[in-house]
């Protein structure tokens, strides 16, 4: 069965429905490519049968499968420059300025796709802050593809997938080599930790946390959406944290909950503070 206009609108809202990702429908064809598999292994003969089956509303798990298949996972090793040049100058100064008594970090790499941007993270730490191996360190990369999260928590890279942004020394320095393959050390994988998150659910099981990435997400979700997110990240967030964004990406939904920053040649924002 071939599928109609309206299996593609329905497929539209069913993957905005689940993770508030808008897709426009010039990028159709984005459902041919990534559910032909996830439909053969439904049983449908068919992408047409597979939407059939979808609308019947069974079984509900396929319906998050959709979702997680039309996530998109583009990520590599210090992607963007500046943020982290900016994390290394301003941001961990000051927070471990302000951490001296509880000797404890929390931070969030939202939508963290295959790992590497808190992998990147940890690095950093490593390299510029070796005194920060003595304290409670966590990075927790969330993100609602299982399969992605899956393949973070590996901590192994092809090497094209290293040959992205990672610099040689660094490469040599804390990643090991196993045939094609190259796995994150020890020392850098215990600082990060990964873990199943829907940006669009309550977020009760994550703690708070003093740095929260959220790059290159807000782009495809919707005004709503992207206003129900910035109140749960202003909860999750310490008063005296920071919310870092893509560069093509604002806070101008929630001026309320967050104030903007500047350093290091890239924006960052504080919660408002109250009272």
Same mark, same amino acid.
């Given at each position: 069965?071939?599928?109609?206009?309206?299996?593609?609108?329905?497929?539209?809202?069913?993957?905005?429905?689940?993770?508030?990702?808008?897709?426009?429908?010039?990028?159709?064809?984005?459902?041919?490519?990534?559910?032909?598999?996830?439909?053969?292994? #439904?049983? @449908?003969? +068919?992408? =047409?049968?597979?939407?059939?089956? %979808?609308?019947?509303?069974?079984?509900? !798990?396929?319906?998050?499968?959709?979702?997680?298949?039309?996530?998109?996972?583009?990520?590599?090793?210090?992607?963007?420059?500046?943020?982290?040049?900016?994390?290394?100058?301003?941001?961990?100064?000051?927070?471990?300025?302000?951490?001296?008594?509880?000797?404890?970090?929390?931070?969030? #790499?939202? @939508?963290? +796709?295959? =790992?590497?941007?808190?992998?990147? %993270?940890?690095?950093?730490?490593?390299? !510029?802050?070796?005194?920060?191996?003595?304290?409670?360190?966590?990075?927790?990369?969330?993100?609602?593809?299982?399969?992605?999260?899956?393949?973070?928590?590996?901590?192994?890279?092809?090497?094209?997938?290293?040959?992205?942004?990672?610099?040689?020394?660094?490469?040599?320095?804390?990643?090991?080599?196993?045939?094609?393959?190259?796995?994150?050390?020890?020392?850098?994988?215990?600082?990060?930790?990964?873990?199943?998150?829907?940006?669009?659910?309550?977020?009760?099981?994550?703690?708070?946390?003093?740095?929260?990435?959220?790059?290159?997400?807000?782009?495809?979700?919707?005004?709503?959406?992207?206003?129900?997110?910035?109140?749960?990240?202003?909860?999750?967030?310490?008063?005296?944290?920071?919310?870092?964004?893509?560069?093509?990406?604002?806070?101008?939904?929630?001026?309320?909950?967050?104030?903007?920053?500047?350093?290091?040649?890239?924006?960052?924002?504080?919660?408002?503070?109250?009272?």
């Amino acid at each position: 069965m071939a599928v109609s206009e309206s299996d593609y609108t329905y497929l539209r809202e069913l993957v905005q429905e689940q993770s508030a990702n808008l897709i426009d429908p010039s990028r159709n064809a984005l459902f041919d490519t990534r559910l032909t598999q996830i439909a053969r292994l #439904s049983g @449908a003969e +068919s992408l =047409g049968d597979f939407v059939t089956m %979808l609308k019947s509303g069974r079984p509900a !798990h396929l319906h998050r499968a959709v979702a997680e298949a039309m996530t998109i996972n583009e990520t590599s090793f210090f992607r963007d420059l500046k943020p982290f040049e900016m994390f290394r100058e301003v941001i961990l100064p000051r927070l471990i300025e302000r951490r001296q008594d509880a000797r404890r970090l929390r931070i969030w #790499s939202a @939508a963290s +796709s295959t =790992g590497q941007e808190a992998y990147s %993270l940890a690095m950093v730490i490593a390299e !510029h802050f070796p005194d920060l191996a003595h304290w409670d360190v966590k990075i927790i990369g969330t993100d609602i593809s299982r399969q992605v999260v899956d393949y973070a928590q590996k901590g192994r890279y092809r090497r094209l997938e290293v040959n992205r942004g990672l610099p040689a020394r660094m490469l040599l320095k804390y990643m090991t080599r196993d045939g094609e393959e190259w796995e994150v050390s020890p020392q850098i994988r215990s600082m990060c930790e990964f873990q199943y998150a829907n940006l669009c659910a309550p977020l009760s099981l994550l703690p708070v946390f003093d740095l929260v990435l959220l790059r290159n997400v807000l782009l495809y979700f919707s005004q709503q959406d992207r206003r129900a997110l910035f109140r749960e990240i202003h909860r999750k967030l310490a008063p005296d944290g920071y919310l870092v964004l893509g560069n093509a990406e604002q806070a101008e939904d929630s001026t309320d909950l967050f104030e903007v920053e500047f350093g290091a040649n890239c924006y960052f924002y504080s919660p408002v503070k109250t009272g």
